[in-house]
C-alpha cells in the first residue's frame, strides 16, 4: 500500500504517549508499506532525528509551526477566534495552510492508497471523503476528555469554557468519525463509544502496545518510598492528576509514612505543577532523557488520573519494568488488566492511599504484582502484533474502496499504482520555508 500519514503536533521526541504508539506504527509498517508522512514541529521537536528514526519511510515532509499554548500571548487571541468558528479551539488551531496544500496534492495527484488522520486533530487538513479512503485513528475519544475535566472544574468561567468545548468537540468529532472510512480507537470501551456518539460510522479497535526490549527490570536499587508519574506535564489531564495527588492522596500516605517521596516526570510542566515542587516530599523533574531511570527507581508508580480517554501507554511501560501500579479506574481504562491481580485499582483519595501504603510495607506483593504485570505485556501487547492489526484494517479499507469504484475508474487506478510502485528515492524534507499558520474555517 501506498499510505499517506498526517500527524499535527510532530513525533520526534516520544516524549508522549501518543507519538510511541504512532512511531512504533509507522515504523512497522514502513517495512512492507510506502509511507508518505506529513507533521509539523516545534521548537522543541527534531525533525532530523524523525527521519532516522523513520528511515524506512519513502518521504517525510515536516512544516515548522507553534500551536497557540495555554500560557501564550498568542492564545487568548486564538481562543476568542475559535468562538467564532464552529470549530473546537483544539481543532481549529490546527489547521496549517502548508499542510493541507500537501495533503490535496497528494490526493488529486493519486500517488496514495490510504490517508491516515493519526488524532482527530490532523482531520482539520485532510480532505474526507475524497478520492482516497481516510482512516483516522482515534487515540482517544477527544471530546469526553474535555467534558471530564468540565465536571472536575470548581471555577465557574473556566468550567463554562469547558462546557462549550467539549459540546463543539463532540459536534465535529461524530461529523468526522462519520466522513471517515474507518475510525480505529485503541481499546473496546472507546470503539463502543464512538459507535455511540457517530451511528453508521465504520468502528473498530486496536490495542496499545509496548516495547518489551526497551522497557524491561533492571537492577537499579529503588529509593525506599519513592513513588513516581511519568507524563507530559502540558497535558490538562496529567496536570489534574498529579496535583489532585499531591493535594488529597499524599498527605494521607505522608500521615503513615512520613519518608515517602513522590517524583512528578515529565515535559513542559505548567507553572500549577513545579509549584508543587515547595510541598513536602514532591519532586518535579520537567524534561528527562530517560524516563526509565525514574520508573526503576519507584517502589510504586501511580496514576492518579481523573479524566483523560484512550489508553494509558505509561501503565504498559511500568508493568513492563516490572513495576507494581495503583490506578484510578479512568487511568487504567481501556487496558485488558485484572484488578487485584496485575495492577490495582482505587477512586476515591482514602482508598488510594491506603492501598499505596500496603504496598511500600510488603515488598513480596509488589513483586508478585509487578511479576504478573510483566508476563502479561510480554505475551499480548508487542507493537509488531499492534502493527500487522492496524494494517489488516488499512488494506481492508482500500479493498473496499476499490471496489465502490467503476470498472474504468478501477483499471486506471491500478495502472497508476503499477506505474508509481513501491520504490523510489527517499525525499525527506525538514524544513519548509514559510510557516503554517492556522485560520478560521471558512
Known sequence: MRILWVKMNGLWPANTGGRVRSLQILSALSRRHRITLVTTHGSDDDPSGLSRELRGCYRIHS????????????????????????????????????????????????????????????????????????????????????????????????????????RKLRRQERAICRSADLTIAVSSEDRDRLAVLAPGARVTSIPTGVDT??????????????????GSMDWQPNEDAVTYFVDRILPRIRHELPTVSFAIVGRRPSARVKALAERAGVLVTGTVDDVRAYIAEAAVYVVPLRAG??????????????????????????????????????????????????????????????RAGRTLVETRYSWSHIAQAFEAACEQVVTGHESTTTDSEHRAHLSRKRSAGLGGPRLVVSHHNELGRPHRHS
Open 63 to 166: 512544516f515548522p509551526f507553534a500551536v497557540p499554548k495555554k500560557g501564550d500571548a498568542s492564545f487568548p487571541l486564538t481562543v476568542a477566534r475559535s468562538w467564532l468558528s464552529k470549530d473546537p479551539v483544539d481543532l481549529w488551531k490546527w489547521r496549517v495552510s502548508g499542510v493541507r496544500e500537501l495533503v490535496k496534492h497528494l490526493v488529486d495527484d493519486n500517488t496514495v492508497d490510504v490517508c491516515v488522520s493519526d488524532f482527530l486533530f490532523a482531520a482539520a487538513n485532510v480532505p474526507m471523503q475524497g478520492r482516497i479512503p481516510v482512516v483516522l485513528f482515534e487515540h482517544n475519544v477527544e471530546y469526553l476528555i474535555w467534558k471530564r475535566l468540565a465536571t472536575l472544574e470548581s471555577n465557574p468561567w473556566r468550567r463554562a469554557l469547558f462546557e462549550l468545548e467539549w
Open 213 to 230: 526490549s526497551y522497557f524491561r527490570p533492571t537492577s537499579t536499587p529503588e529509593i525506599p518510598g519513592r513513588l513516581v508519574f511519568t
Open 309 to 370: 480517554g484512550g489508553t494509558r501507554l505509561k501503565i504498559f511501560e511500568a508493568l513492563a519494568m516490572q513495576k507494581p501500579v495503583v490506578s484510578t479506574t479512568v487511568g487504567a481504562e481501556g487496558l485488558s488488566l485484572k484488578p487485584g491481580e496485575e495492577f490495582i485499582a482505587a477512586d476515591d483519595p482514602e482508598r488510594f492511599a491506603s492501598e499505596v501504603v500496603a504496598l511500600i510495607k510488603d515488598p513480596i506483593r509488589r513483586h508478585v504484582l509487578g
